[in-house]
């Protein structure tokens, strides 16, 4: 079977990683035909905005894209051109496993878990205004369509994924209509699959949680702004944005990432580590159902790094971005 998947490369350092990850999926012998589409900071000038309308219609008529980072302006266009893909294509569920790698400098070596963001609501809709020259107000919008719908596809992706619990995190003690409506539509959902323990935790024990006893936890679920700060922290644990893959995911629409940003000072020096760009391909993947090929680029990324031979200056070593995509595609053959 062949797919055609649109291609952001990005700006900053996103070119350089999103074509050594190119390369290592082409290498998977998988058929792709690339469809690559500009956006970004670097197109403003172009288009007059850093998400052209051809970006998104790419995505629609494909419904798979993978994309590199992208430096959001300051200042002027979108708030982030990744919530406004997110917000445009009701990109509703992000999904970022975090497991240890061997080789990977960490004081952990059991970590195996996933954050389960809500996407397209809370404080992160930007329902914000003025109400006078010093106050400054910000609306959380939590609904129980969008809770539940995130819920749900936590509570699949344990099922499918094989896993047997899912924490609900939240700040429901003291928000407790947004947060309370959050958890309520939650143990709702919780209620249709009894084969899967389901837990609740509160954001700030959550992340002590996380830094003492991570491996006691396997998908976690949770809203927008608790999402993200959690997927740094546990980024963190396996060491760092480096090794950090992520997905959005809609009804028959995915958007696959890396969590960390663009670097533009790193940008053409070949320099940076490819293998957050290279596990987000291989999250999409497994999503197209070539899950062979999604174990091979998984199998091979970590032997390369277990080595340390051929791996990127954070990861110890000295190669650089396009000879570490070599050496993984080397462990192909």
Same mark, same amino acid.
């Given at each position: 079977?062949?797919?055609?998947?649109?291609?952001?490369?990005?700006?900053?350092?996103?070119?350089?990683?999103?074509?050594?990850?190119?390369?290592?999926?082409?290498?998977?012998?998988?058929?792709?035909?690339?469809?690559?589409?500009?956006?970004?900071?670097?197109?403003?000038?172009?288009?007059?905005?850093?998400?052209?309308?051809?970006?998104?219609?790419?995505?629609?008529?494909?419904?798979?894209?993978?994309?590199?980072?992208?430096?959001?302006?300051?200042?002027?266009?979108?708030?982030?051109?990744?919530?406004?893909?997110?917000?445009?294509?009701?990109?509703?569920?992000?999904?970022?496993?975090?497991?240890?790698?061997?080789?990977?400098?960490?004081?952990?070596?059991?970590?195996?878990?996933?954050?389960?963001?809500?996407?397209?609501?809370?404080?992160?809709?930007?329902?914000?205004?003025?109400?006078?020259?010093?106050?400054?107000?910000?609306?959380?919008?939590?609904?129980?369509?969008?809770?539940?719908?995130?819920?749900?596809?936590?509570?699949?992706?344990?099922?499918?994924?094989?896993?047997?619990?899912?924490?609900?995190?939240? *700040?429901?003690?003291?928000?407790?209509?947004?947060?309370?409506?959050? $958890?309520? #539509? =939650? &143990? %709702? +959902?919780? !209620?249709?699959?009894?084969?899967?323990?389901?837990?609740?935790?509160?954001?700030?024990?959550?992340?002590?949680?996380?830094?003492?006893?991570?491996?006691?936890?396997?998908?976690?679920?949770?809203?927008?702004?608790?999402?993200?700060?959690?997927?740094?922290?546990?980024?963190?644990?396996?060491?760092?944005?480096?090794?950090?893959?992520?997905?959005?995911?809609?009804?028959?629409?995915?958007?696959?990432?890396?969590?960390?940003?663009?670097?533009?000072?790193?940008?053409?020096?070949?320099?940076?580590?490819?293998?957050?760009?290279?596990?987000?391909?291989?999250?999409?993947? *497994?999503?197209?159902?070539?899950?062979?090929?999604?174990?091979?680029? $998984?199998? #091979? =990324? &970590? %032997? +390369?790094? !277990?080595?340390?031979?051929?791996?990127?200056?954070?990861?110890?070593?000295?190669?650089?971005?396009?000879?570490?995509?070599?050496?993984?595609?080397?462990?192909?053959?």
């Amino acid at each position: 079977m062949s797919y055609t998947i649109t291609l952001i490369p990005g700006d900053g350092i996103g070119p350089e990683i999103t074509a050594a990850m190119r390369r290592v999926v082409d290498a998977t012998g998988v058929k792709i035909e690339w469809e690559t589409v500009e956006a970004g900071a670097d197109v403003i000038e172009k288009f007059g905005t850093p998400l052209p309308e051809s970006v998104l219609e790419s995505i629609r008529r494909n419904k798979v894209a993978i994309k590199g980072p992208i430096t959001t302006p300051i200042g002027s266009g979108f708030r982030s051109v990744n919530v406004a893909l997110r917000k445009e294509l009701n990109l509703y569920a992000c999904l970022r496993p975090t497991f240890t790698i061997p080789g990977v400098k960490t004081r952990f070596s059991d970590i195996d878990l996933v954050i389960v963001r809500e996407n397209t609501e809370d404080l992160y809709a930007g329902i914000e205004r003025m109400v006078d020259d010093d106050t400054a107000e910000s609306v959380k919008l939590i609904t129980r369509g969008a809770s539940k719908r995130v819920a749900k596809f936590a509570f699949e992706y344990a099922r499918t994924e094989g896993r047997g619990k899912v924490t609900a995190v939240t *700040k429901a003690n003291i928000m407790k209509f947004s947060d309370g409506l959050f $958890l309520e #539509a =939650t &143990r %709702a +959902v919780a !209620a249709d699959y009894s084969a899967i323990e389901y837990e609740e935790r509160l954001i700030d024990n959550m992340c002590m949680q996380l830094v003492m006893k991570p491996e006691l936890y396997d998908v976690i679920v949770t809203e927008n702004l608790y999402g993200d700060i959690l997927s740094d922290l546990c980024a963190g644990l396996v060491g760092g944005l480096g090794v950090a893959p992520g997905a959005n995911i809609g009804d028959g629409v995915a958007v696959f990432e890396p969590v960390h940003g663009s670097a533009p000072k790193y940008a053409g020096l070949n320099k940076v580590n490819p293998t957050a760009q290279i596990l987000s391909a291989q999250l999409m993947l *497994k999503y197209l159902g070539e899950t062979d090929a999604a174990n091979m680029l $998984l199998k #091979a =990324t &970590r %032997a +390369v790094i !277990a080595a340390g031979t051929t791996v990127t200056y954070d990861l110890g070593g000295s190669a650089g971005t396009a000879e570490m995509a070599d050496a993984i595609i080397d462990q192909f053959e």
